[in-house]
């Protein structure tokens, strides 16, 4: 017996009926040979955080815009911390942690540069729109390895575009990370608008604190407690009604003190009008496309390659364009 096969085994006779077993995958849009040593959902996992746009993450914009500090969270610590939350909540619950992990690690991998301010821009000005978590599930499909994609499974890359609360992916683990997503961006952006000074923890109101606790790290506790025991022996995930409309409240809270606060976002406007330059200059000049976009010209609207390679974009590497195609620089003698 492989030790893949041991693997799968060890599944079906440890997870919870509700999880979803590699064995039983859907399987890949182009089939392959399973590897000897890991399962299906190891193995998306892998593929994700080998992948350059796993590790461009680290220079993308959470909240704050390139804020001076060190322990800011950024796009790739965000997706490390609902990646922890995620395999938290599938543990407890004896769901597939592999599964979970990989949709984490993958949800945000089409994130523009300047977080929301970026999609906002592209959304605006692109005619096919842009959602990120739509861009997300390209990036794995078709941009990725220069336009080969991962090939991952049809259940990781269903719980990518199905991570925003709207939709619900069709596993367990998907609607782990759904939940696990809202409650990291929540907790640790509360977090950096402490460090930054825009809030205190006691400025969130008490009718929130009696039911979720005082301080971020009783908020954190108290959510992912509260989803563990909710959904136990039950075939969804779910939070009680009463920590549920406290989260609700808290995201409100959030929204009007900080994704809103004019001291944390006054320079949103010109990283969406940076954005919104940089895509109207590759429309018109489509030769500085990469290559493996060029070569996909045939078979893809111009719009979304534009998209694709700006929403690809660090933000040093947005600006760096920006930069060098309208700043003028200092002429001197050769």
Known sequence: MKIRESLENRERLNLSPYATLSMNSRGRNTEEEPCDIRPCFQRDRDRILYSKSFRRLKDKTQVFLTPDGDHYRTRMTHTLEVAQNARTIARALKLNEDLAEAIAFGHDLGHTPFGHAGERALNEICPFGFKHNEQSLRTVELLEKD??????????????????????????????????????????????????????????????????GHSNREWLDTFIHDIVEASTNHNDIIMSEEVHEALMALRAFMFKSVYTNPKAKNQEGKAENLVKILYQYYMDHEDLLPDYLKRLMDSQPKEKLVCDYISSMTDRFAIARFQEYFVPKSWNVL
């Open 147 to 212: 336009g080969q994609g991962l090939n991952l499974t049809f259940e990781v890359r269903d719980g990518i575009i199905n991570h925003e609360m709207d939709t619900t992916p069709v596993t367990l683990e998907g609607r782990v990370v759904r939940l696990s997503d809202k409650i990291a961006y929540i907790h640790h952006d509360m977090d950096d608008a402490i460090r930054g000074g825009i809030l205190k923890e006691s400025d969130v109101p008490e009718n929130i604190s009696k039911v979720i």
